[in-house]
């Protein structure tokens, strides 16, 4: 068995994150990407050019456990970080992560309590449009330069992980503005999420919805 290197440092997963950024998150700690460190921990050079996305869908034993490895995390604590975990389709999942919207407020709360900003996995299901917890809309946009992208993991010089906006280059937070809390929208996502487990009727009823309202116009845009 090759010999796996141990990490120095290597932030413990939270319970209701999502595994590719948990794996951001540790690659964070060394400036780099997942997959830098994931060749520097097996030994192999020059990268393996692997998709990090999929692993919270299709994550590999053997990679799952080089890293549990590295990281001295039981191998069990970080299969549950997978959506496959989750015991839904993955379809039911936003599947892009550009298109997967976070929740500032949760952030504030992560940096209050001092620790990392960190992706809940209960954001990637398709019908989270609003944060359970504080009841505004996940957001996919900067709300200072109102850009779109991806958002960037950076360490601060606290030496946390805080999550950024690579246009404007700041934090993303709500304390710029208040949100409108979504009361009314509150109820239907866990309907949703009901139904989606339960299948039949009435998740065809909700799916045939969905089709219409999204149907793209004649501009190309739903
Ligand atoms: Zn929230
Ligand atoms: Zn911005």
Redesign the pocket.
């Known amino acids: 068995m090759r010999q796996v290197r141990l990490l120095a440092v290597a932030p413990r997963p939270f319970d209701d994150e999502l595994l590719s950024c948990w794996h951001w998150r540790v690659a964070n700690h060394y400036s780099t990407s997942p997959q830098q460190v994931e060749s520097w921990i097996s030994g192999s050079r020059g990268g393996q050019n692997q998709n990090f996305f999929s692993c919270d869908f299709h994550p590999d034993r053997d990679r799952t456990r080089l890293w549990a490895l590295a990281c001295r995390i039981r191998k069990p604590d970080l299969d549950r970080l997978s959506l496959q975990s989750a015991g839904r389709p993955k379809s039911s999942f936003v599947s892009d992560p550009m298109n997967r919207g976070v929740c500032p407020v949760c952030f504030d709360g992560d940096a209050e309590e001092g620790r990392d900003h960190y992706c809940r996995r209960s954001w990637a299901c398709v019908e989270a449009v609003l944060c359970p917890r504080h009841g505004i809309g996940l957001e996919i946009y900067?709300?200072?330069?109102?850009?779109s992208g991806l958002f960037q993991f950076r360490q601060t010089p606290a030496g946390v992980a805080r999550l950024f906006?690579?246009?404007?280059?700041?934090v993303v937070s709500a304390r710029r503005f208040q949100r409108r809390r979504q009361a009314d929208l509150v109820h239907v996502a866990p309907l949703i999420g009901e139904a989606i487990g339960k299948g039949g009727l009435e998740l065809d009823r909700i799916a045939t919805a969905s089709r219409f309202l999204w149907l793209p116009t004649r501009e190309g845009m739903p």
């Open positions: 900067c709300a200072g330069c109102f850009r906006c690579r246009h404007c280059d700041t």
